[in-house]
């Protein structure tokens, strides 16, 4: 079984009296320190799949299964500490809170871990060094470029140590010579740190750094993997 598991997964949206199957009996085995990359037209359901990973909708029919657990058998309560646990969130807009500092906003989640703020602001330090920012620690997100407000984000979501780091769309906002540092930031955390990367793009620069490839229509989903992976395995 791989890290992440999905078993006939269904989502249907209604709208009025509308509709939509948007994941249709999908299965999808990704293992650990894989870089998957979901590829599909806008609408094809990439984000609907990775918010079901991320445990922040449920599939109307089917099993998810993230690092050998069912996450349909957990509380509200549980899930929140499950996935604060196993899983970090980088977004299209990084979703920096504007009012913080890079560091602060690291920090954050860990504030909900009851981690005290002296410790906090040296692990989100650490992790800005990670991604190349240790000289930005102090400063607010407007006086930060494009690329290195994603890379902020990134830190975020490596603060509480997850195996998994799902991305949607992580380059959609950025010059394409950013997008390819962000990638490479990925990239290292992924190869030298152990960090599942689970990326839903409609960038062809992203899926050059697939060890996996997903491609999502019309509800179906084909895998395949790609060179990478295969250079990896043969290593
Ligand atoms: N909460 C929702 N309610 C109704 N329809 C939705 C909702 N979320 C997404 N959809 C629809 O489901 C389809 C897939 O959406 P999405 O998963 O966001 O695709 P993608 O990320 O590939 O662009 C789209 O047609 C979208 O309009
Ligand atoms: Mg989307």
């Not at 989502?11 to 299965?27: A, E, P």
């Not at 609907?48 to 599939?59: R, V």
């Not at 010579?177 to 030298?192: F, S, W």
Request: charged residues 25%; aromatic residues 4%.
């Amino acid at each position: 079984m791989g890290q992440i598991s999905l078993q006939a997964v269904c989502r249907t949206y209604t709208t009025g009296t509308t509709k939509q199957k948007v994941l249709d009996k999908v299965d999808l085995q990704i293992s650990d320190g894989n870089f998957s990359v979901v590829c599909g037209p806008s609408g094809s359901g990439k984000s609907t799949l990775l918010n079901i990973i991320g445990t922040l909708d449920a599939p109307d029919d089917g099993s998810v299964m993230i690092e050998g657990v069912d996450v349909s058998t957990l509380t509200e309560n549980k899930l929140a500490q499950f996935r604060n646990k196993n899983i970090g969130f980088i977004f299209q807009n990084f979703h920096l809170l504007p009012v913080l500092t890079a560091a602060e906003n690291v920090a954050w989640p860990l504030y909900f871990k009851g981690v005290k703020r002296r410790e906090r602001m040296r692990i989100a330090k650490e992790k800005l060094g990670l991604v190349g920012l240790a000289n930005h620690v102090n400063k607010l997100p407007k006086h930060l470029s494009g690329g290195e407000r994603q890379r902020v984000a990134i830190a975020r979501a490596l603060v509480c140590e997850p195996s998994i780091i799902l991305a949607d769309e992580p380059t959609a906002n950025l010059d394409r010579k950013t997008a390819r540092k962000i990638l490479d930031v990925m990239k290292k955390l992924n190869e030298h740190h152990q960090v599942t990367f689970l990326c839903a793009t409609h960038d062809n620069l992203v899926v050059e750094y697939a060890k996996q490839l997903i491609t999502l229509a019309d509800g179906k989903l084909t895998t395949e993997a790609t060179t990478k992976a295969e250079a990896k395995g043969a290593s």
